[in-house]
């Protein structure tokens, strides 16, 4: 007996199936390459930014000034100032960049850096900074905070003391011990949390080399 042509419904079935199947995968296979893309291009950028914001922290503290010219009769104390702590530095330095022409800025300015809680992602944390160009008597308050990298597990800061020949967790010039003096290098140890969840660390010096007040 001679069979129709064609085919039967249960070869059908399995040739849907089996299109079906390799359809699953293929698409399983672009998701799993657009995954690994995703996660390399996110490596790539807070790989980027922990060493922008490294590179951009030592360029500002290696400018970093003191002066003892300044207006005596309205303030009581220098404006300029260096406060380092093991997780967040404030200083005078003189890295400020003019953006318009004619402000009524100069290269002098406060630039602080901290680690606060991320606005944009909950339980995570960014690395902030924050800078005022105009100095005064409140070095604390005031001026423009922005973001500068974000995903960060931490950050820890040590100064070198020369006369001690140590790293110490703190510098200021308000007290007796540090008094108007810099610390001739800064070290800046930041971890940053990657997108395949290991954490990366990164680290720079920035050298100072003027140390004692200006007289100007």
């Known amino acids: 007996m001679t069979r129709p042509g064609g085919f039967s ?5 399995i040739a849907m199936a089996i299109t079906v199947s390799i359809g699953a995968m293929t698409i399983g296979a ?3 390459v657009d ?4 996660i390399a291009r996110s490596q790539g950028e ?3 930014a922990a060493r922008l914001a490294l590179s951009r922290m030592a360029r500002e503290v290696s400018m970093a000034f003191l002066s003892d010219n300044y207006d005596q009769n ?3 104390d220098p404006v300029t100032l260096f406060v380092g ?3 967040r530095i404030l200083f005078s330095t003189m890295a400020h960049q003019r953006l318009y022409e004619d402000a009524k800025e100069s290269d002098q300015a406060i630039v602080e850096y901290t680690v606060d809680a991320d606005p944009d992602a909950t339980g995570e944390q ?3 900074r924050r800078e005022k160009v105009h100095l005064d008597d409140e070095p604390d308050r005031g001026g423009t905070k922005d973001l500068v990298a974000s995903h960060v597990a931490g950050l820890t800061i040590a100064y070198w003391d020369q006369k001690r020949g140590e790293w110490a967790r703190e510098w200021t010039t308000k007290s007796v011990e540090s008094g108007r003096t810099l610390p001739s290098r800064v070290r800046f140890d930041l971890e940053v949390k990657l997108a395949d969840g290991r954490t990366e660390r990164f680290v ?3 050298r100072i080399e003027v140390r004692a007040p200006l007289g100007y």
């Not at 995954?35 to 995703?38: D, K, R």
């Open 9 to 13: 419904l249960i070869e059908l079935m």
């Open 30 to 32: 672009f998701a799993q």
């Open 35 to 38: 995954h690994a893309s995703q």
């Open 46 to 48: 807070r790989y980027a």
């Open 74 to 76: 309205r303030f009581r």
């Open 85 to 87: 702590r093991e997780d």
């Open 126 to 128: 960014a690395l902030f």
């Open 204 to 206: 720079t010096e920035a």
